[in-house]
């Protein structure tokens, strides 16, 4: 069944440490997408990529970094991780035609807790 | 830039009642225009989509979105509507641009709360 998978699910890490938030895609989509959602809010786009080795920045890049090593996999990293990146971090895939738009299919979710 | 407004944080939902869920967007010319579900706990799934067209879309769930070009308005429906959707709903907006997808803008979401008898 096609998906999009996060890993991990849910991780709690120390300010200033490294953290790697990793999605896998089996929808053969060229576009993925990061966002992260604070409670109670929206989602805000932080990074995405419409080809492998190739990422850019969204609305809220700042403190982020990402990868595309390849089509299936988008990564998230957070070089020094701070608390206001405490959130919830959603991973999406799509395609995208003129006449079909670009539906997007989101991953389960990472729970991020800086302490 | 392109923006997109849900109205109310909270709606409250009687068991058998429509639900009407407001959205309206912002951007200068036809979006592509979104509604997403998240259940408590859950992930995001799409619920419908209106790319060009027909004004009034159908969903999965029941649900159906009418756009409104005149207002820039694309209102979620559902009737009669269940406990069983009470859920968060987010609206969303896509730009149709050539020869690449843009990622979507996200309003702040709708919590729609059961009102228990």
């Known amino acids: 069944e096609a998906a999009v998978t996060q890993s991990p699910r849910s991780k709690v890490a120390v300010t200033g440490g490294k953290v790697t938030l990793s999605c896998h895609q089996t929808n053969n989509h060229d576009y993925m997408y990061w966002y992260r959602q604070d409670t109670g809010h929206g989602l805000r786009l932080i990074h995405y990529s419409y080809v492998a080795d190739s990422t850019e920045k969204g609305d809220i890049p700042d403190g982020y970094k990402a990868s595309r090593p390849s089509q299936e996999n988008f990564s998230l990293i957070l070089e020094l991780a701070s608390l206001s990146q405490t959130a919830v971090y959603f991973c999406?895939?799509?395609?995208?035609?003129?006449?079909?738009?670009?539906?997007?299919?989101f991953g389960e979710g990472s729970r991020l807790i800086v302490v | 830039a392109q923006s997109v407004d849900q109205p109310d944080a909270h709606v409250t939902l009687s068991e058998g009642a429509s639900l009407e869920l407001r959205c309206s967007y912002s951007y200068s010319a036809a979006p592509y225009l979104f509604w997403y579900v998240q259940y408590p706990g859950q992930s995001l799934q799409f619920l419908l989509k209106y790319i060009t067209g027909d004004t009034v879309v159908k969903g999965t769930k029941g649900f159906e979105a009418e756009f409104r070009k005149s207002n820039s308005s694309f209102n979620l429906k559902k009737s009669p509507a269940h406990w069983s959707d009470s859920a968060k709903y987010f609206c969303a907006l896509g730009l149709p641009q050539t020869g690449f997808a843009s990622a979507l803008t996200f309003g702040s979401g709708t919590k729609v709360i059961p009102c228990l008898p």
């Open positions: 999406a895939s799509s395609d995208w035609d003129r006449d079909s738009g670009n539906t997007l299919y």
